[in-house]
């Protein structure tokens, strides 16, 4: 199939990697604990942890797997918010030679029974505010191994014990729970550290992570990324922001989950292989905390979706902030809203940049160039030793500007689905470029647009009408706080267009959001239906979960 456009590089950025010299992602985590030992790696409710400890603690909690017999290739569950505890769980079982499978900590228990069973785990990671759904469930899985740690375990004695008897005590926030057998992370690191570590030999094609994301069937699936795969984007991700970042001096905020595959690449691997301070936000649905905490550091870079951008623009105080250092903004995991990125951009000052991935890809695929100045709508260049393939329902390459399936091929991309060759199947063409569910088109520059998911699109009256394109419509508005647009059933178009809207303004009414959205889109695609909500159910990130809305529609 021939390329229809050609593919072009910002400045300084190769058209290929190599990651030969890369055997594994512990190799990277070592060299970067090396080069920047003494510099502070990770920053969580003022605690600081740097590279050399984070190293020690890595080798002793592979230690303490290693003295529970666990082997190479043994899956480890984590399942925490953005605490110190994360990386290093996350590193110690890399070193040891098994998989991480990450679990979101709002699982209900038939969800986190699913992901155990699936992937096998036979050891897990929990923060204590979550250990009552595990426990429901434990008995149904493989976990034979259970360490339970506190929000406050790492922060030292007096911080320590203040953070847990708010988390306790204060807020409630954690049920009741018996998990008999589970220890401390203070003890499995001592443990470890009693046991001491042998070196497990890796190589690049041996599994990392089992990633799970839903799919084409609704059944949770757990994405197989290699060594390979995460080092392929951490380089590629490198190369990009490389002329713009400087090593050991990158202070980065991280707000999304470290459990979620846009954090975890990007700000867990990519800004650690740079020697970057990273401050981790435990709870980024509190803006007026996370705000507060920003406040406090010289912050270079942060990462997010469009809705915690959105969030942090409406709070009153986040404007006070100094933003003088700030470099970066890269918005992912959902489409970037033009007037988020125009009021991000008059406010701080940088520009809001998109990315595009997902987990199947590692995630990056696509990234807008970071000296862009301003927002261009586009998700981005493909990136390094990447292939953008637009195709129809056939498999065909479609015409240049032309809207079609995004199709993504290159060293990134997934072994596979764990266990579900069917599945992958699916998702796979026979010359390996992956169907993302994505429907996009290029510009003659070679710059990639998202229209929509597929699944979402709307069809009225046999017209194709993208929620994206409406949501940001509605959102120009200055009474609109938030927006999600749907399809509803309708007796003459067969479809029409729904939205809920979160009101900044309570003043605004339906009739106002319908005439403002006539001068901006066609007829057809204009919303029949207005829906007031005091807020929009999300997922874990904070992308708003259309099919919710959907269900309840």
């Known amino acids: 199939m021939e390329k229809i456009w050609l593919q072009s590089y910002p400045k300084g950025v190769p058209a290929e990697i190599d990651i030969d010299h890369i055997p594994s992602l512990v190799a990277l985590f070592e060299k970067a604990c090396t080069t920047f030992a003494d510099k ?9 942890i740097t590279y050399r400890q984070l190293d020690v603690e890595a080798t002793e909690f592979a230690g303490w797997l290693q003295a529970k017999g666990m082997q190479k290739g043994d899956r480890v569950a984590l399942m925490m918010p953005n605490i110190l505890q994360y990386p290093v769980a996350l590193f110690g079982t890399l070193r ?18 699913h992901q155990l069973k699936d992937s096998g785990a036979t050891a897990i990671v929990i923060v204590e505010n979550f250990a009552h759904t595990l426990e429901q469930v434990i008995a149904h899985t493989a976990i034979r191994h259970v360490v339970v740690t506190s929000m406050g375990e790492r922060l030292g004695s007096l911080k320590g014990m203040i953070v847990n008897f708010v988390v306790r005590r204060v807020k409630k926030m954690v049920p009741a729970w018996h998990l008999p057998g589970g220890i401390s992370f203070k003890t499995a690191l001592a443990q470890g550290r009693a046991n001491g ?8 094609g041996d599994l990392a992570f089992l990633q799970y994301t839903g799919g084409t069937t609704g059944v949770s699936k757990g994405a197989m990324l290699t060594h390979a795969n995460i080092a392929s984007n951490v380089t590629q991700a490198y190369n990009w922001i490389k002329p713009v970042v400087r090593e050991g001096e990158e202070f980065i905020v991280t707000a999304l989950p470290l459990y979620h595959i846009f954090a975890l690449t990007a700000n867990c691997l990519t800004f650690l292989m740079i020697g970057a301070r990273n401050l981790l936000i435990a709870n980024p649905r509190d803006i007026p905390g996370f705000v507060k905490e920003w406040g406090k ?12 951008f959105n969030a942090l623009l409406n709070n009153p105080d986040f404007d006070k902030l100094d933003f003088s250092t700030m470099r970066v903004t890269l918005g992912g995991g959902m489409a970037v809203q033009g007037p988020v990125a125009d009021r991000w951009r008059q406010i701080t000052g940088t520009p809001l940049l998109q990315a595009y991935g997902l987990t199947e890809t590692s995630p990056a695929a696509t990234i807008n160039p970071l000296d862009m100045e301003e927002f261009n709508g586009a998700i981005g260049l493909p990136i390094s030793s990447t292939e953008v393939s637009i195709r129809d329902d056939y498999g065909n390459e479609v015409p240049l500007g032309q809207v079609g399936e995004i199709c993504i091929r290159g060293p990134q991309v997934m072994k596979g689905y764990w266990q579900r060759d069917d599945e992958t199947a699916l998702v796979f063409y026979p010359d390996r470029f992956l169907r993302t569910g994505d429907m996009g088109y290029v510009d003659k520059k070679g710059f990639v647009f998202l229209v929509d998911r597929k699944k979402d699109m709307i069809l009225v009256s046999g017209f194709n009408v993208y929620p994206n394109e409406v949501e940001e419509a509605v959102a120009m508005h200055p009474g609109v706080m938030d927006v999600a647009a749907i399809g509803v059933a309708d007796e003459h178009s067969g479809e029409a267009v729904k939205i809920f809207v979160v009101r900044k303004d309570p003043k605004v009414t339906e ?32 992308k708003i979960l259309r099919r919710a809305l959907k269900e309840g529609a």
């Open 40 to 48: 502070v790696a990770y920053i969580s409710m003022g605690r600081e």
């Open 96 to 113: 040891a030679g098994c998989v991480v499978v990450n679990c979101n900590p709002l699982y209900t228990p038939r969800e986190l029974e």
């Open 197 to 204: 570590f042998k070196k497990v030999a890796l190589e690049q």
């Open 297 to 308: 550091y010289p912050v270079t870079v942060v990462t997010g979706v469009n809705t915690l």
């Open 511 to 542: 009739r106002m959001l319908i005439d403002h959205c006539r001068g901006l889109l066609t007829g057809y695609k204009i919303p029949k239906h207005v829906e007031f909500r005091d807020d929009l159910p999300r997922t874990n990130v904070g």
